[in-house]
Every structure is written in C-alpha cells, then in structure tokens.
C-alpha cells in the first residue's frame, strides 16, 4: 500500500529548491555591498572617507575595478536569482509565500548596510532636514544656503532646488538630523529604516491586495517586492519613494475592504511624502463609494475624499508655516527629459526629422512631450470616470502607469510606482511577464553602468563605465542565451504554457 504524501513532502514538490535561489541572491547582495564600498556614493564628510580599506578601494586602479566588477556581477546575480525563484515556485502553492518572504529579507539585509549606490538622493534628505532644523523654507530655499552643503553628500543639482517632498517627509528629515547632527552615515541609515517601512508595508499588503482579486499572494509580492530593481532603489538607494509606496498600497488595501476613511488618511500621508500619489486619491475615493455607486454617490465621495484629504494636507503643513508648498512640485514640473522615456526619445527623433527638413525641430521635440504629457492626464481622467467598479484599483495602477511612462523625465525607480498595483491585480504569464521582465532588468543594467562615483585623479586601464557596460551586458548575454534556464522566459513558448497553466491552477 502506497503512502500517501506528508504537507511537508508536497510543499517541497510545489517549490522545488527555492533556498537555492534565495541563497544565491543573498550572494548577490554581499557582492553589491562589497562593490559599493569602492565606488558607491560616500559623503567628502565621512569618516568612512579615511579608512584605510576604503582608500585603497576607492583609490587605487585594481581597488576600483575590483569594486566595479563586484557591484555590477552582484546586481546581476541579484537579477538572475530573482528570475530562478519565479521558475522554482511556478506552481505558487502552499508556502510559496514564506519563501518570497524570506528572499526579500535575504536580499535586503547586505544592501541596508551598503553605501548608498544608484543614487546620491538620500544626502539631499539630510540636507533639506538642515534646512527645517535652522528654520529655512525648503519650499524656496535651495540646500545651497546651508554651510558645509557639499561635504555631506549632496549632488549638486541639488544645490538650488526646491524641495519637491510634502510635510510628512520634511518633518521625518528633520527627526533624522535631530538624532544624528546630520552625521552622513547614520543619517543614511536611519533614512533606510524609514524606506524599510515602506517595504514592509508592501510586504504585508500587496499579498492581501492580490487575494481580494483572485491573484496569487505569493506571485504578486515576487513581481513587486522581490525584484532587484525594487530592492537596489527603496533599500540600497534609500529612497523616499519606498514609504510613499507602501503607504498608497496600505490605503488602496483599507479603501477597498470598505475602510475608506482610513484608506483616505493612509493615501494622503503617502501625498505627504511625495505629491506624485494625488493621481491615486480619485480611485480612492471611488472604492470608497462602493462597486453599486451612482454617479451621485460617486461625486459624493470625490468631494469628501478631497475635502478630507486637503484638511489633512492642511494640519501637516501647519507647523513650521510649510502650508502646501509642496503644490509646486505638481505646477512646476522638472525640465528636460530622459532618453530613454518614450515622450524624450520621440521627441529627440522628431526634433531630428525636424531639423533636417528646416523646421524648428526643437518646437516639435518639445510640442511632442507636452502631447503625451497631456495625453497621460487624459487617461488618467478616463480612467477615473469610466470602467469597471470592480476593477478600480486596476484601473488605478494603469493611471498611475500612464502618467509616469508618458511623462519626459522616467527615472528607474519610477515604475516601482504603479508595479505593486498591476501586479497585485494580475500581471499575466505571456506579454505582460516578459515586459516586465525587460523594464526590470533593463534599469537594473542601466544604473549599475550610470551611477558608479570615481575619483577624476584614479588611472584606469579601462575607464569603469566601460567595464561595468561589459560586465552588465556580458552577463544579459548569458542569461538570454547560454543560461539553460533563464533563456526560456523569453524565448520558450512552452515554459510560457506551462506558467500559464501554473498560474491558472493558483488562482
């Protein structure tokens, strides 16, 4: 008589080896945290600077390109492994779960005590913590009219911007530079708990996002959470953009499980943090109304939503007289564009074409985005008004999604913005998978090569950017053509089949 299966022994056949995957991102991590000791973003003021070790790393020839190396072959370990543990736990079964749990805190524990890399953003943060400590407005004063600016880590693009962050974020710098006297290091860190806050609240609530639609927990936190470029940006980089997220898909969760109230309140704390998440608040309040809402009960709920939200916005903006001057940053967007956006890169091949028949081409370069950007808010707009109720927080993520990726300037951490909502609501195994796949690893392949820091006076025998690019796409290379197992996601009709029908069993 043959016995039947133990839970454990099933649960072992749904996710074949999961820990192999978990394992080798977590060497990717520890790789990324090596490298960045040699050329990720260190403040001129931190003691970090002196170090021996650090020295020689960041200063001579072998120390740098070791370092490269290390940063850019860690971040695509990191990629592979995140692709592995999506093959691995393709039936999503039971525990399924626990394990992308475990890979995402795996993979973020090097990385939170990395130095920043990808972005220097985080030392603005304390910069602009300075600003409200000596009683300076950072809605109109620039970072610049601090003493000692530069030697905390800030760009220098930084040096005369206003700040474009809500109250919230503001008084949470401000806490920072109170504990730390704006010391870089630890002021990094604790910018890094504040991001992990954000992880963790999308940790916990896309799964329960994804289950109120009938997707796979599980898969849904695997698309969002444990990709790399998520992990490099909220945890390595730091970014702010980690608590706004987690704090929009809190409130989304709580307005569609009929607590609008506090799906309002959790929204605007994520406005308070950047204003960007406002495209959200309409969706809001529409989860709020309910799927049966008449247009009455639906213009009813937009107006309390809004009259809520701005109170709030209000009372945060009270101390320290900030008010709502984060509102510019919703009027008086950033110039300029980046290439490889679509409105930036067809506006350069139009203002090309322009130019070469004797037209202005840079009238029709700039015509052309300020189209799509107006396009973008009238998709947002339809998107608000029509479809259906029982797909508003789809309809929320490709709102979202419209307005950044019709927008001239798409930063790589940007599609982290709406990713959570697509995914909690069902990206699909064919196309939809495979894009995201590309987007993925594409930013993830870009920043590694863009944003190295290296000293004008160190001698290369190869310049970093050219062994980064080399060491970034030797390993593209690999997994799309002579890894057995990556190449399939891609290429392999049959695996996409077999996903399909995974996925389909899960639901």
């Not at 995957?21 to 990720?40: K, M, N, T, Y």
Request: proline fraction near 4%; glycine fraction near 10%; charge should be positive.
């Amino acid at each position: 008589m043959t016995a039947l299966p133990s839970a454990r022994q099933e649960r072992a056949a749904a996710e074949p080896r999961a820990w192999i995957a978990v394992l080798e991102g977590f060497l990717g991590s520890v790789l990324i945290l090596v490298g960045s000791v040699g050329v990720g973003w260190i403040a001129n003021g931190s003691p970090m600077i002196r170090n021996s070790l650090v020295i020689a790393m960041r200063t001579e020839g072998f120390g740098v390109m070791s370092s490269t190396v290390l940063l850019v072959l860690g971040a695509m370990v990191l990629l592979r492994s995140w692709l592995r543990l999506g093959q691995r736990l393709a039936s999503w079964g039971p525990g399924a779960l626990k394990a992308v749990v475990w890979a995402v805190v795996a993979w973020s524990a090097p990385l939170l005590i990395a130095v920043p890399i990808f972005s220097r953003d985080v030392y603005a943060y304390t910069g602009q913590g300075r600003l409200m400590a000596e009683g300076l407005d950072p809605y109109s004063d620039g970072i610049s009219s601090l003493s000692n600016w530069f030697m905390l880590g800030t760009d220098p693009s930084w040096a005369e911007n206003r700040t474009p962050y809500g109250p919230v974020f503001l008084w949470l710098s401000r806490g920072v530079v109170a504990i730390t006297g704006a010391q870089p290091d630890i002021s990094v860190l604790l910018f890094r708990v504040i991001a992990g806050l954000g992880v963790l609240l999308c940790v916990m609530y896309v799964p329960k996002l994804a289950a109120l639609h009938g997707v796979n927990g599980a898969r849904a936190l695997w698309i969002a959470v444990a990709n790399p470029l998520f992990l490099i940006s909220f945890v390595a980089s730091s970014h702010n953009d980690a608590l706004m997220v987690g704090l929009a898909v809190a409130g989304i969760y709580f307005a569609a499980t009929h607590r609008g109230l506090l799906g309002v309140v959790l929204v605007t704390a994520s406005i308070a943090v950047k204003p960007i998440t406002i495209v959200l608040l309409p969706f809001v309040g529409l989860l709020w109304a309910g799927q049966a809402a008449g247009w009455g009960r639906r213009f009813l709920f937009w107006a309390a939503t809004g009259l809520l939200s701005l109170a709030l916005l209000v009372l945060m903006g009270l101390p320290g007289n900030l008010g709502l001057g984060w509102t510019w940053a919703l009027t008086d967007t950033t110039p300029g564009y980046t290439g490889y956006s679509p409105s930036g890169f067809g506006g350069q091949m139009l203002e090309a074409l322009g130019n070469a028949v004797g037209l202005n081409g840079t009238s029709i370069g700039n015509g052309f985005r300020s189209l799509l950007t107006i396009t973008s808010m009238c998709l947002a707009a339809w998107l608000v008004l029509f479809g259906d109720p029982k797909q508003v927080v789809r309809r929320a993520g490709l709102a979202f999604a419209a307005v950044v990726l019709l927008a001239p300037i798409i930063q790589p951490w940007y599609i982290l913005w709406f990713l959570p909502l697509l995914a909690a609501t069902g990206i699909r195994n064919n196309w939809q998978i495979k894009v995201c796949y590309v987007v993925v690893a594409f930013f993830v392949v870009f920043g590694a090569q863009d944003q190295l820091f290296v000293w004008n006076f160190v001698s290369l025998r190869v310049g970093s950017d050219t062994l980064a690019s080399a060491v970034a796409w030797g390993a593209v290379i690999y997994l799309l053509v002579l890894d057995i197992h990556t190449r399939k996601l891609l290429f392999s009709r049959e695996a996409t089949l077999d996903a399909r029908a995974a996925a389909h069993a899960t639901r």
